[in-house]
């Protein structure tokens, strides 16, 4: 915890470079002492922040976004440093983290006021609303890939509902989740409403065990069921942003080169380590020959490094490289073929662009997340067969769809089994706040952003309020026959003709 001064456990972590290897900064590992103290706190100050309600929390929410965005070069230096992603694209996640807290504000009270219902002819003398009310405390664990990004949606959208945050960022970037909630402790001192806990995995269940209201998990698939194994424990509920094996579906009639520089970005950008990223494009067979062609020349020109300028920056987490050797030897081994790159493209922390092509479908490169910048490119006979290849996967986060017909792309979309689909694009959503983002399956459950993501965080509270007495008073343990008697046949004129 950033602000705790009288610390009893003092094991501590180094962050580090991971294009140097270097370390960067020590931190706490906090434990559960420590989180337990950070959740009482937050806890305190939910009081505070609940009685502000939707106009006083969006005026702190704004005034939030603001101070980061001013200073969103001092942040963007921390996810580089942490990362070793390229300053741009630093700079872009910052950007979207923003427009999220921004929309989250001002459009909390819309979604979440009170509103009232229509209450049924069995009930014209009662009044009925439905409103929504915070949990309380929500915990939220976050990934290294996009460290303000990622949590940003759930963070914004459980203050936005009136809930207060614990944030345990991953151990790979804890700079990050100490900057931001150093950030909103630099307006608001008094009111810890966003506090940052830093540790490993022990300091998330620590999390998870502490009495929090509400847990959004943002992480592999893997660490989600252990979450969700403890929230089991407790009655905890749990946001479940977990990971994809995304789809690209290539018309024959499509605009092949549009298509090519949506992959190469989808696919090789941030090193490929995108929940979202593409991870397998299936091509129709008219446009199959061109399209690899085209799109192997265009992830040729890719230049992966540690620099400004560099295309795509380092593996953030080091072991994941091993991940991706043994997804490329086992494609090779089941008859794939290479396009480019290859093993020798594994080099220190880097990858770089490895594009297989006519890769069984049982092979890992098709059936694990790979999070890497490799790619595998198959050809299927139309868009019936790429959307049955898409959906045989245990994932289903995202998938894009590229068709000259946006009729065809949306009817495409419609038999996806998975959160979120683009047409003619590739990750098109994250840049609008207003459309929730979730998956299904083995990619979780659940949705941040959005009106939906606002509802994530907040309790639902029916309310009915009698205005006169029933005019047939059925709610009676002294029901009248003549009473009965009527309600049997209003119940077959109402519900029995048809
Ligand atoms: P992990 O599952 O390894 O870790 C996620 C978070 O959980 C980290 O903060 C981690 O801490 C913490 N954690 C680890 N063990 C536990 C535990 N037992 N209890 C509670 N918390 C725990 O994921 P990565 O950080 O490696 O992130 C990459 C994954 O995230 C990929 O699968 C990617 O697809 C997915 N992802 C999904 C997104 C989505 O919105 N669907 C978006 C971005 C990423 P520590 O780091 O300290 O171990």
């Known amino acids: 915890m950033t602000d705790q001064i009288d610390r009893v456990n003092e094991r501590t972590f180094e962050s580090l470079d991971p294009r140097t290897g270097l370390a960067l900064a020590t931190y706490p590992i906090a434990d559960t002492a420590d989180v337990e103290f950070a959740v009482a706190r937050a806890r305190s ?56 807290i921004d929309w989250a504000a001002r459009n909390a009270e819309k979604t979440l006021k009170q509103r009232k219902v229509g209450s049924g002819l069995l009930a014209v003398n009662q009044k009925a609303y439905v409103g929504y009310r915070p949990f309380g405390v929500v915990g939220v664990i976050g990934p290294w890939n996009y460290p303000v990004f ?49 540790g490993d995995g022990s300091t998330g269940t620590a999390l998870v065990e502490s009495g929090v209201d509400k847990i959004a998990f943002t992480g592999s698939t893997a660490t989600a069921k252990k979450v969700m194994a403890t929230c089991a424990k407790s009655l905890t509920p749990l946001v479940a942003e977990c990971g994809g094996k995304d789809a690209m579906l290539v018309d024959s009639d499509a605009n092949i080169a549009a298509a090519v ?38 992830v040729r020109a890719l230049k992966p490094g540690g620099t400004k300028t560099s295309s795509y920056g380092p593996m953030t987490l080091g072991k994941q490289s091993d991940i991706v050797r043994g997804q490329i030897e086992d494609a090779l081994a089941k008859g794939g073929k290479v396009v480019v790159g290859g093993l020798d493209s594994l080099h220190g922390p880097y990858v770089d662009p490895v594009v297989l092509t006519d890769v069984p479908e049982d092979s890992t490169a098709i059936t694990e997340e790979t999070f890497g910048p490799t ?21 289903g986060l995202g ?39 979730g998956g299904t399956g083995d990619s979780g459950f659940g949705r941040i952003h959005g009106a939906d993501g606002l509802r994530e965080f907040s309790t639902v509270k029916s309310l009915t309020v009698q205005g006169f007495a029933a005019p047939v008073d059925l709610l009676t343990m002294n029901r009248k026959a003549r009473n009965v008697k009527i309600s049997v046949l209003a119940l077959k004129l109402r519900h029995g003709r048809g």
């Open 45 to 100: 100050a939910a009081t505070w922040w609940d009685a502000l309600g939707f106009a006083g929390r969006r005026t702190w929410l704004l005034k939030y976004k603001s101070a980061i965005a001013r200073d969103a070069a001092s942040l963007a230096a921390v996810i580089t440093a942490e990362t070793g992603k390229p300053d741009d694209d630093a700079i872009l996640e910052i950007q979207l983290g923003v427009e999220h």
């Open 375 to 395: 790619v595998v490119v198959n050809k299927v006979r139309n868009l019936e067969e790429a959307i049955a290849r898409a959906n045989a996967s245990k994932y």
């Open 399 to 437: 998938a894009s769809v590229f068709t000259k017909d946006a009729a065809v792309g949306r009817r495409a979309a419609e038999k996806l089994d998975c959160g979120v689909v683009t047409v003619n694009s590739v990750l098109g959503f994250a840049a609008v706040p207003a459309l929730p983002f």
């Open 150 to 198: 990622t949590p940003m949606g759930s963070i914004a959208y459980a203050l936005a509902a009136g809930n207060t945050v614990v944030f345990k960022p991953s151990e790979l970037t804890p700079g990050v989740g100490v900057w931001l909630a150093e950030k909103w402790a630099s307006l608001a001192a008094p009111h810890p409403v966003f506090q940052t806990v830093t």
């Open 261 to 298: 520089e949506f992959a190469t970005f989808g696919a090789m950008g941030n090193a490929g380590q995108t929940c979202a990223g593409v991870e397998r494009i299936y091509v129709a067979a008219p446009v199959y020959d061109r399209f690899v062609a085209e799109f192997a020349s265009a």
